[in-house]
């Protein structure tokens, strides 16, 4: 094989390499772990959360677990670096509820307790990249 050849067979490869490029090359992501408790238990009608479906691909999507839930609730995911990490939770009845969003299951990063029982309660926190 000549080396005209290879040299072309390496452009070509480096073309369909780099058109598959990634958005977020380096994998660079946050392991999240979503907490929702109450400190009476009882369940959840709705709990929505973000992810990343990709660790190489810069975006997260929305996910839905419908009710009824029980309480505590617990959901580990990936999340893109740069993103936003969120999680809301709709109690059935009278709960006052709390969340959290914690850094490889140890670091907390944010926390909210509902405003008033029966009430939704949200926990968001953006990323660093």
Known sequence: MDA???????????????????SNPSGKSWAITYEVTDQAGGTLSEVNYS?????????????????????PWKMEVVVTAGQRAEVTAKPTGKLRLTCRILLDGTKE??????????EPVTCAKQTDS
Do not use: F
């Open 4 to 22: 005209r050849m290879l040299l072309g067979a390496t452009a070509v490869i480096g073309v369909l390499v780099g058109a598959s490029a990634c």
């Open 51 to 71: 992810k990343s479906p990709n660790r190489y691909q810069d975006e997260v999507t929305q996910s839905a677990v419908p009710g009824p839930v029980g309480v």
């Open 109 to 118: 990063l944010a926390r909210a307790t509902a405003p008033a029982t029966g």
